[in-house]
Nanobody
Framework: QVQLVESGGGLVLAGGSLRLSCAAS????????MGWFRQAPGKEREFVAG????????NYADSVKGRFTISRDNAKNTAYLQMNSLKPEDTAVYYC?????????????????WGKGTLVTVSS
C-alpha cells in the first residue's frame, strides 16, 4: 500500500510557474509508476503526466507538452510536477497517482493509489 500527499498548489498569475510535490509513504514507491491528473470544476478528471519507476520513461497530455515536466526522486520517495507558462485553463485540483506496476501511468484505469489533491488556480 502507498499513501500519497500532494503539496505546492496555490494561486499564480498566467505565465507563471509552480512545482507540485507528491510525498509517498510505503516501501513500494521506488518500484511504482507515478502520475499526475487534474480535475477542473464541472469536468472529468484527466491525465496530465506519467513517469516510470526509474524515471527514464515519461508521457504527457498534449495540452501540457512543452510546459510541464514530471520527475521523481526515489531516495526521497517524492514525485514532482514542474508547471511553467501556466494558463487559466490549467486551473484545477491536481492529484498525484501511483500504480502497483513499475511502468508509467497513462490513463485513469492504470491508477491503484490516489492522493487527496492540491488546488492550482491560474489567474489572468
Amino acid at each position: 500500500q502507498v499513501q500519497l500527499v500532494e503539496s505546492g498548489g496555490g494561486l499564480v498569475l498566467a505565465g507563471g510557474s509552480l512545482r507540485l510535490s507528491c510525498a509517498a509513504s510505503g516501501r513500494t514507491f521506488s518500484t511504482s509508476g507515478m502520475g499526475w491528473f487534474r480535475q477542473a470544476p464541472g469536468k472529468e478528471r484527466e491525465f496530465v503526466a506519467g513517469i516510470s519507476w526509474s524515471g527514464t520513461s515519461t508521457n504527457y497530455a498534449d495540452s501540457v507538452k512543452g510546459r510541464f515536466t514530471i520527475s521523481r526522486d526515489n531516495a526521497k520517495n517524492t514525485a514532482y510536477l514542474q508547471m511553467n507558462s501556466l494558463k487559466p485553463e490549467d486551473t484545477a485540483v491536481y492529484y498525484c497517482a501511483g500504480r502497483a506496476q513499475p511502468i508509467s501511468i497513462k490513463r485513469l484505469s492504470d491508477v491503484d493509489y490516489w492522493g487527496k489533491g492540491t488546488l492550482v488556480t491560474v489567474s489572468s
